[in-house]
């Protein structure tokens, strides 16, 4: 379908203005593996409305459903139960339709939702000052390394075996424009972390350590000891959260040190969505506030001594010079920021307490009677609510056969680490508060089938 009515003239104009010699030119930054080779398949070419909507209806049918078969995904998408009320207030008007405050006068609502969303984050990830949302959790997690080498002015970053390989993935995308250097490799399947090893890795050189808690194993990390071999060499420590619940039982990273806390709050507040929209978390210690991305909204008082809030500070490149900008990813996700600050205002500290200890339980209802299963062994000597396990075969097969018998059985880690055959049977499943003892029992039953 075509949304723009060009000419071929048009369009050849445009071209030779840019320099290309076809619109084949514009996409060769995208793998050739990546690009579409004639028609979409499954799609007729041409059908009425009526026509499309049923048929886009019948392939939507063929998806497997949270919530209507066992799910035991995680790796950084959560399923949590969201409460009607939070769709219904992000769905008000001067919610849904609002954009960016940049006349206090009309949009207190949104302001004052942004500066409690703030204060949210700066708590539950025990630091001093939060910004006002990022993209998500990975763009997040690179505008910390950028932040880093800013305030220390060095360009290598070590990142911790344990760190969500997408994450990696956006990283190493976005440092090739940069000139960053990068180190890290994949993680080993074993209870023990990479601390010692990351610690001995710090030099001068190095600008931060960028470490995930709990890691994309489950397990969790003392991050003490690593700020402060850290800070000894003069670098930051960065700690990547992409479960916020589990802050609700676990020690916050800024009380360990982390100087930048970054993350993903899908979890609290935002549905699963087929992978988005999500919403990017990112605090620090206030001495670096205005070297953080992103927008700070602030509270004041207007003219006549009233409490107000005003966007304080908006150091993007859509406010200020690019060369000055401490953010060149300018989407924030204030709706998503909506959801998850009042999930969060909803379930309060002591329901965040509950939610967490509950999930925690679940899990480790799970992860015994799973490691039970002969040939099966738990990996991991601490989690919340994701671990890691060691199958007797290997684990992508093993999912696909469970997700066969209707059972959403957990990520395996051959399919986030293709390239390592040490991984191959490693199979990570979460636990939330969504799962019923009926999926507990097809979980274990399609488990002790596919590993027989």
């Known amino acids: 379908m075509r949304y723009l009515p060009l000419s071929d003239s048009d369009r050849s104009q445009m071209l030779h203005a840019v320099g290309a010699k076809s619109i084949d030119d514009l996409f060769v930054d ?67 339709t609002s954009y960016t405050p940049y006349q206090p006068e009309i949009a207190q609502g949104t302001l004052q939702m942004m500066f409690e969303f703030q204060t949210q984050v700066a708590r539950l990830y025990g630091c001093d000052i939060a910004n006002a949302s990022m993209y998500d959790g990975s763009t997040a997690c690179w505008e910390a390394i950028l932040m880093a080498s800013r305030i220390t002015r060095r360009d290598k970053a070590i990142l911790s075996s344990g760190l969500h390989p997408h994450y990696v993935s956006v990283c190493n995308t976005m440092a090739k424009f940069t000139g960053d250097e990068l180190k890290t490799s994949a ?29 994309i194993l489950g397990r969790i990390t003392d991050l003490a000891p690593i700020a402060e071999a850290a800070h000894a060499k003069g670098a930051l420590l960065i700690a990547v959260v992409t479960e916020p619940v589990a802050l609700g039982l676990i020690r916050s990273p800024g009380e360990m040190g982390a100087d ?17 929209p999500y919403v990017g978390l990112f605090a620090c210690a206030e001495k670096f506030v205005r070297q953080m991305p992103g927008r700070l909204a602030g509270e004041t008082v207007d003219a006549e001594g009233k409490r107000g809030f005003v ?64 040939g099966v062994s738990l990996v991991n000597d601490s989690f919340f609510n994701e671990f890691t396990l060691r199958l007797p075969v290997e684990a992508r097969p093993a999912v696909h056969a469970m997700v066969e ?28 508060e969504t799962v019923t003892d009926e999926d507990i029992d097809a979980l274990e039953a399609a488990l002790k089938e596919v590993c027989a």
């Open 30 to 96: 995208v793998p050739k593996a990546a690009r579409l080779d004639g028609v979409i398949e499954h799609l007729p070419l041409h059908a009425s409305e009526l026509a499309v909507e049923r048929h886009m209806g019948a392939l939507a049918k063929k998806n497997m459903v949270a919530g209507e078969v066992p799910f035991f995904l995680g790796c950084g998408a959560y399923r949590h139960h969201v409460p009607a009320s939070v769709d219904h207030i992000i769905q008000r008007g001067e919610f849904l």
């Open 311 to 374: 966007l304080t500070l908006s150091t993007r490149e859509q406010h200020i010079r690019r060369e000055k900008a401490t953010s060149n990813i300018c989407t924030s996700s204030v709706l998503c920021a909506l959801a998850f600050t009042g999930h969060l205002t909803l379930l309060g500290e002591k329901g965040l307490r509950q939610l967490a200890s509950l999930n925690h339980a679940r899990a480790c209802e799970v992860a015994d009677r799973l490691s039970a299963i002969p």
């Open 187 to 215: 993680p080993t399947l074993s209870a023990e972390t990479d601390a010692e090893k990351i610690i001995a890795a710090i030099d001068d050189a190095t600008s931060a350590v960028v470490v995930q808690y709990p890691d």
């Open 405 to 432: 018998k209707g059972v959403l059985g957990g990520v395996s880690l051959g399919r986030l680490y293709p390239d390592s055959a040490d991984l191959a049977n490693g199979l990570v499943l979460a636990v939330t």
């Open 260 to 276: 930048i806390v970054v993350g993903e709050g899908q979890s609290i507040g935002v549905g699963l969505q087929f992978g988005g």
